[in-house]
């Protein structure tokens, strides 16, 4: 059961219906968005991206200027730390996740490597801190939401993203400027970006310290929440019962298809099983993606009438392999246990 | 408290979060979205409109050839039917709306009544009905989302529309074409149409006869919902907690934004209390806008230090006043008890 506080979460953070993984590139508006906060209303005229800190020079640049710079595009698939959260026993009072916190977008921005090689990064300097627009209370703690990234994690691939799948960021998620990172949970791709400094002392703020750690008790300091792990989802076949969502599927062959993804390496692989769980079988991949962004799986299943447990779980190539019970947490981070769909084949 | 039940449909729909009430125009992706069954893939090349029953000549037509036709593009405030579901007592199962389900767009499209005139509608029709390629299962019934319209309801108003904000329709907003009805909860608005009928019989289908009634116990077969009761709603202000929404003002002025529709005749009057609906006074309202279009309101509020209930009301000039509680029914729709806003002044 969920409370009223966790529903209004629910009502204002959406995530993707799971019909929508057949889209390759999420359309806008599918793809999941977690707003700890407010959104921001930002005038983009207005608006100035400080770069600062421990560098060599300050730089202070407006929209414009960052979009005169070589720019890449690349699809990323995003996936909230706390996926899967609302199906963990016992209950964990947070954002009451499902499975719908994860979308692919075409991300287009400026590599944070050009930016800092243009600031020169001093050498006393250790991460990398984000600060964004975006203001609120947590834990007690009245802050801007702000994350960091090592040197190394910070020059290795994230971009500042003033553009997805081609369009200008939607307010929701960063106009008009957003970190973007790929391969890790998304409480790391800090929106509605205001700063950017380089630091001597690894950040310690709110969302690094207290939040985003998986504990195994409420005194357990915990271990950061980094990369995305395997996970694999499936399209539910066949039409829903609108309030339960129980799905009724014809008999017959029945094309099962779905994305995996991974934050440590490429999917190596899917499996799926019809029998809840119990037998496993290989899926087809479809081509490799590009680093970073989901992998297409297909499954033909002939459907025999009677009630179904469909299930699948993704392997990568870094030798992580999706549990078909992941453990529990403080938090509810990563909870990548199987999806199961039951289905009525009739 | 909300069941697992109602969390798979509050994780697939979403709201609005209220602080987007500052934008005239609802940024696709903010607009909120209930999607009865599953939103369908649609192939806009081999797509077809069919407008046939009642009528002289059966028309089937392609989006090119609908988008050749004379067009209208107008702001049209759209909420579900269930907004405000999840504050009745006793608690009512469906989707479990608070008051996010709203979102006002530019829709632009073919008037509903052209198509109908090129068609000739038969002297023996007394209804429109609409079929959406949506299918599940609702009541223990199989069906394709249908909702109908009297002739005079569907000459008046109504456009088929294929975009949004300037834009093709997204996927989950009925691509390629939607009915959308002015000044009607959203229900009556039928996505991803294809077909449209003139018959002679008023329609008796599940969403006309059995959903969206107004029963004030199990047994009543209870009147229909149709138009939008008013609504005032206002931006939260401050900043929030992230986890309780709980909200942070500083102490002196501070200006209350919101906007204010209803289905049933222009925006006469907005009332503001600070003080939990005990006192009210006026709102300043914003210019009136195009008829189905929500009105902006703003309210000069000087915040002394302390905890203090913020709550707003609408008027329209069709005589209808917002209740400060609106009376409960089984179906949990036109809940438009006034929206309360606790916050901590300091």
Request: charged share 20%.
């Amino acid at each position: 059961m969920i409370s009223q506080e966790e529903l209004q979460l629910a009502a204002r953070n959406h995530g993707m219906p799971l019909e929508a993984l057949r889209w390759d590139v999420t359309p806008v508006g599918l793809h999941y968005l977690l707003t700890h906060y407010d959104i921001p209303a930002v005038d983009p005229a207005s608006w100035r991206l400080e770069i600062g800190g421990r560098v060599e020079r300050s730089l202070s640049l407006s929209l414009a200027e960052l979009r005169e710079r070589p720019a890449v595009t690349r699809p990323v698939t995003m996936e909230c730390a706390g996926n899967g959260r609302a199906r963990l026993e016992p209950h964990v009072v947070s954002q009451p996740w499902l499975l719908e916190a994860v979308g692919n977008a075409e991300w287009t921005g400026v590599p944070v490597a050009a930016l800092l090689e243009e600031a020169g990064v001093a050498e006393d300097a250790v991460e990398i801190l984000f600060t964004g627009l975006d203001r609120g209370v947590e834990g007690g703690e009245e802050q801007a939401y702000q994350r960091s990234l090592t040197l190394a994690e910070a020059a290795d691939g994230p971009l500042l993203a003033y553009a997805i799948n081609g369009e200008p960021l939607p307010p929701q998620h960063g106009f008009p400027l957003r970190l973007l990172v790929p391969g890790w949970y998304g409480m790391t791709s800090v929106k509605w970006l205001a700063r950017i400094d380089a630091i001597a002392e690894p950040f310690a703020g709110y969302q690094q310290a207290t939040g985003y750690r998986i504990r195994s008790h409420a005194e357990d300091p915990g271990t950061p929440v980094t990369r995305i792990m395997p996970r694999a989802l499936m399209v539910p076949p066949g039409i829903p019962d609108f309030m339960t969502r129980e799905r009724f599927v014809e008999a017959g062959p029945c094309e099962l298809r779905g994305r995996a993804w991974s934050g440590w390496g490429a999917i190596e692989a899917v499996e799926v099983s019809v029998d809840g769980a119990a037998t496993w079988a290989a899926a087809s991949l479809g081509p490799e993606p590009s680093p970073g962004a989901w992998r297409a799986w297909t499954f033909a299943w002939d459907a025999a009438p009677g009630e179904h447990e469909l299930c699948c779980r993704a392997r990568d190539a870094a030798g992580n392999a999706q549990p078909v019970e992941a453990g529990w947490n403080v938090g509810g981070y990563a909870n990548t246990s199987v999806q199961r769909v039951p289905v009525t084949v009739r």
